[in-house]
């Protein structure tokens, strides 16, 4: 059955897939390159340095095998940029979108990504995403065509050689324009009007979608995230203004609560309640 599909890589914690402006570049070409060869539309997208996201319509096995061909590539550049490891235990989410709301709420998601993750400028001026394409009347895309393009130029700016489209056209950096391929006529029609895609934008709705689809659970909290809101638990559990007023028995559940309630790992409740990490490790 063909539907929605939210495509989404987690994080790298010690490294990043895209290190240069050559590396989004080439993460860009990327996507035009994969999608000739499965039956899937992309509707919007975000490259961030350390992950990746893709809103696809298609079957749930061509959205896969999409995705898990992009992966491919870009874990075939970081090796051949000496980055042994690539991609290896990074897994790829697909999660199934049946339902308006949060299709809408799936879209602004991804093209919100440069905002949520602290980028000084405005979601329309990063360029590494589809948000640009959508309602901007019949705005051509300027460049060269690469059908206008000799074999060794195509090969020379691509670094490939299968067959593109004659009418994709190329900026004078190299890079495929994503006007090329992205269905920003669905995108339109999902919200109508540019004012509702505008309201969804500005919207803060990560929770709503990391919840929806599980991905909080792979989301640390820092331990100033935590303290701010430890407080309120330790007086609402247990009647205390503090944790230095609690008892050993206390200390204890306020531990797995921290686990619980935060997902927070052996050594940050450690740090959090100044117990002993191996004393932590046996609570939970």
């Known amino acids: ?30 996507i035009a390159i994969c999608i000739l060869g499965f039956d899937v ?8 340095s350390n992950h990746f996201h893709f809103l696809l319509y298609g ?26 490891q690539g991609l290896k235990d990074v897994q790829v989410r697909l999660d199934f979108i049946d339902d308006q709301l949060y299709l809408e709420n799936v879209i602004a998601y991804i093209l919100r990504n ?18 640009s394409l959508y309602f901007r009347g019949d705005d051509s895309p300027k460049g060269t065509r690469i059908g206008d393009l000799s074999i060794r130029q195509r090969f020379r700016i691509l670094k490939s050689r299968l067959e593109l489209p004659s009418d994709y056209v190329i900026d004078d950096q190299g890079m495929i324009l994503p006007s090329c391929y992205v269905d920003s006529t669905s995108v339109e029609k ?43 638990l330790i007086k609402k559990e247990f009647g205390k203004d503090s944790i230095s007023q609690l008892s050993v028995e206390q200390r204890i559940s306020l531990c797995l609560m921290l686990k619980r309630n935060f997902r927070a790992g052996v050594k940050q409740i450690a740090r959090l309640t100044r117990i002993d990490p191996a004393v932590v490790a046996k609570i939970v």
């Open 41 to 48: 539309s992309i509707l919007c997208f975000c490259l961030m």
């Open 114 to 131: 440069p905002i949520a993750a602290g980028i000084w400028m405005m979601p329309y001026h990063y360029r590494w995403s589809s948000i």
């Open 190 to 232: 999902i919200f109508g009007h540019p004012a509702r895609l505008m309201m969804a934008l500005a919207r803060k709705i990560e929770n709503d979608v990391e919840l929806k689809f599980g991905v909080a659970n792979d989301v640390t909290m820092t331990d100033q995230e935590i303290l701010t809101q430890m407080k309120d």
């Open 1 to 30: 059955m063909r539907g929605y599909y939210h495509v989404s890589s987690h994080g790298l914690e010690k490294n990043d897939i895209f290190k240069s402006k050559q590396d989004f570049i080439s993460g860009m070409n990327d």
């Open 59 to 84: 079957t749930q096995e061509e959205c896969r095998k999409f995705s898990e061909e992009y992966k491919r590539r870009c874990a075939m550049r970081m090796r051949l940029a000496g980055e042994v």
